[in-house]
């Protein structure tokens, strides 16, 4: 069962992105209770509407659904373990980023005070918030989800995904989601630093990567399914033809004197593969090699 859309939230933590969080719930008319460390983060928001909790025990107890959002889980345990009996029936949410363990912890700690838990992770930066760009992750009951989704979709009304009872999992989306991002990022600044040596802009570049991210996107689906089968047809290349590339780039880098640290770790992860085996499988293979420790 939803909320109804004007059902009350309190949002713990108005740093850049709590604050995001606490200015879409009241655009979309919840009446809202806002706390804040530092409280002069408040003060817009309560011009438009929101009420300023005078502790963090009055604002857990001004709303049925709790919302925190601060640096890290240290600092969200910090404001909440004192005040943790006022959690007892309610849900709270915490959007703040951690690992997987920190969120299953998280839950066994407020199941230990009444309440139910969902953590939640969150795609994107503060600036989408409340529109088509959002993305919001949550993970643990699924009753708790179900009851507070017409609210918290205020926050990002297509991106409101829920995952699984298991509350790691959007803690473990997060990361996974991250490491695309940074790979894909360091890759484009490699090839900038390669083009820059004969100095072509980065600005010129940067359609042609965009081409190329896109390019690369198409195979993650075909590798998916490799990935789950155990099985890596090489229908498109195999991991020897792309250590061949590998070597080129290592070289190329080296050569221009720009940084090749990237393209070795690369390199060395492919002859890695390609030694367990895998040279004649595709690239799908390496998932063997990133699924051990260093
Ligand atoms: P931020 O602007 O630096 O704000 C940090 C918030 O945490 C502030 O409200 C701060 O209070 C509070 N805080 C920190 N330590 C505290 C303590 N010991 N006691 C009480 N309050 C404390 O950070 P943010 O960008 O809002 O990020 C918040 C969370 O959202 C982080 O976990 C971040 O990873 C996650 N996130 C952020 C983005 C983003 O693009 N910004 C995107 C996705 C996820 P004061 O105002 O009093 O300092």
Known sequence: MSTPATSPVTVIGLGLMGHALATAFLADGHPTTVWNRSADKAADLAASGATLAASVQDAIEASPLVVVCVSDYDAAHRLLDPVAAALAGR?????????????????????????????????????????????????????????????????????????????????????????????????????????GAANVKASTFAALAGTAINVTAGYVAAYAQQIDEGSYPATDA????????????????????????????????????????????????MITRFRLPR
Do not use: C
């Open 91 to 195: 849900t709270l949410v915490n959007l703040t980023t951690g690992s997987s363990t920190q969120a299953r912890d998280t839950a066994t700690w407020a199941a230990g005070h009444g309440g139910a838990y969902l953590d939640g992770a969150i795609l994107g930066l503060p600036q989408a918030i409340g529109t088509a760009e959002a993305v919001l992750l949550y993970s643990g009951p699924k009753a708790a989800f179900e009851e507070h989704q017409a609210t918290l979709r205020a926050l990002g009304e297509a991106g409101t995904l829920y995952l699984d009872e298991d509350h790691g999992l959007s803690a473990l989306y997060d990361m996974s989601v991250l490491s695309i991002m940074w790979s894909v990022l360091n890759g484009f600044l490699q090839g900038a630093a390669l083009l």
């Open 238 to 285: 195999t991991v020897a033809v792309h250590l061949g590339g590998m070597q080129q780039l290592v070289q190329e880098a080296e050569a221009l004197g720009v940084n090749s640290e990237l393209p070795r770790f690369f390199l060395e992860l492919a002859e890695r593969a390609a030694s367990d085996g895998h040279a004649d499988d595709s690239y799908a293979a």
